[in-house]
């Protein structure tokens, strides 16, 4: 299982980005799949994550209304759009696969996350 995240890069507060994370070797249909982020010097912590089972969706309190994670499964590719980025967004993103049908406790988790991509930079700065 390989997953390629993209679509990283600089942007102004108050901008947008959206994130790629093309998936091969698993059906994102039949997995949840997840974005993390790592500031420097702090722990990997979640963002957010689509259940495949029904498309569930969950969000971290801090990018709720600002993000949104969505799919395609013809290109077997999970996205994430940003907006309204404030600096504190500032990260390296990485996207996980896991299991089909995570509840929202696991899919906040990264231990409930089987494989994971190599993460993109996201600098938010002025």
């Known amino acids: 299982v390989q997953l390629q995240a993209s679509g990283g890069g600089l942007v102004q507060p108050g901008g947008s980005l959206r994130l790629s994370c093309a998936v091969s070797g698993r059906t994102i249909s039949s997995s949840t799949t997840g974005w993390f982020r790592q500031a420097p010097g702090k722990e990997r912590e979640f963002v957010a994550a689509?259940?495949?089972?029904?498309?569930?969706?969950f969000y971290a309190r801090s990018v709720k209304g600002r993000f949104t994670i969505s799919r395609d499964n013809a290109k077997n590719t999970v996205y994430v759009q940003m907006n309204s980025l404030m600096p504190e967004d500032t990260a390296v993103y990485y996207c996980?696969?896991?299991?089909?049908?995570?509840?929202?406790?696991?899919?906040?988790?990264?231990?409930?996350?089987?494989?994971w991509g190599l993460g993109t930079l996201v600098t938010v700065s002025s």
């Open positions: 996980g696969v896991g299991s089909r049908a995570l509840i929202q406790s696991s899919a906040t988790l990264p231990a409930s996350y089987d494989y």
């Open positions: 689509m259940r495949g089972s029904d498309r569930s969706t």
